[in-house]
């Protein structure tokens, strides 16, 4: 089975720039995920999308950031514009199921690294 | 609310010693705990998972973790380290909602010597 696709895997950018992230989830998963990982830190969860619908943005900076999951299946992460505390990796996994239980297994990509100059 | 505690951001264990990476976790209700590994530019790979079944959980590579209720913890071991398992592991907790958020812990890098 292919695992989740992300893009791009590097992008260096200016201050107030924009930058957008592209994530393709493993098929059938309909749970989706965007975090930030700040070097030296634990992933953050950014924001969940169940199918096309948002079920979790308490942590999307709403001023800059977007995102979207308009088809369902692959998602868009943006932010507008960027700041130098943006530099981060965002990491998008995806699920088969959802919720809280054992069979609620994230699958992750490789990350997109963000460096903001 | 549930959170996890990673003691020791380094760890550095010669190879052949025994591999001990300490996580801690605070809940009011009994959790499932993950641990997860991330390789330089990689994403985190599932390692094992703890969903109440058995104490002791297997994972891969060698790993396993013990569940210990009495003292909130949840430790990964591996009797002998091999060069390859040099990475970063994170303890995670999911988060008793609806959404089953996952909270992630700070993350231990882990040096093996020769």
């Known amino acids: 089975e292919a695992g989740v696709a992300q893009s791009p895997r590097y992008k260096i950018i200016e201050k107030r720039q924009s930058v957008a992230f592209w994530c393709n989830p493993i098929?059938?998963?309909?749970?989706l995920y965007w975090y930030q990982q700040i070097l030296g830190q634990g992933p953050k969860l950014l924001i969940q999308f169940q199918n096309n619908g948002v079920v979790d943005d308490s942590q999307l900076p709403k001023d800059r950031f977007s995102a979207e999951r308009l088809k369902g299946v692959d998602s868009t992460l943006k932010i507008q514009p960027a700041k130098l505390e943006d530099s981060a990796v965002y990491l998008c996994?995806?699920?088969?199921?959802?919720?809280?239980?054992?069979?609620?297994?994230?699958?992750f990509g490789a990350g997109s690294r963000l460096t903001v100059l | 609310a549930q959170s996890v505690t990673q003691l020791g951001s380094h760890v550095s264990v010669s190879e052949g010693a025994l591999v001990l990476l300490r996580c801690n976790y605070s809940?009011?209700?009994?959790?499932?705990l993950f641990w997860y590994v991330q390789y330089p530019n990689q994403g985190l790979q599932l390692l094992l998972k703890?969903?109440?079944?058995?104490?002791l959980v297997k994972g891969i590579n060698g790993f396993e973790a013990e569940f210990k209720k009495s003292e909130t913890s949840f430790h990964l071991t591996k009797p002998s380290a091999h060069m390859s398992d040099a990475a970063e592991y994170f303890c995670a907790v999911r988060r008793s909602s609806n959404t089953g958020k996952l909270i992630f812990g700070q993350g231990t890098t882990l040096q093996v010597k020769p």
């Open positions: 703890y969903t109440s079944a058995a104490t």
């Open positions: 098929s059938g998963h309909a749970t």
């Open positions: 809940s009011s209700v009994p959790p499932y």
């Open positions: 996994a995806s699920s088969l199921v959802t919720g809280n239980t054992g069979a609620n297994v994230l699958t």
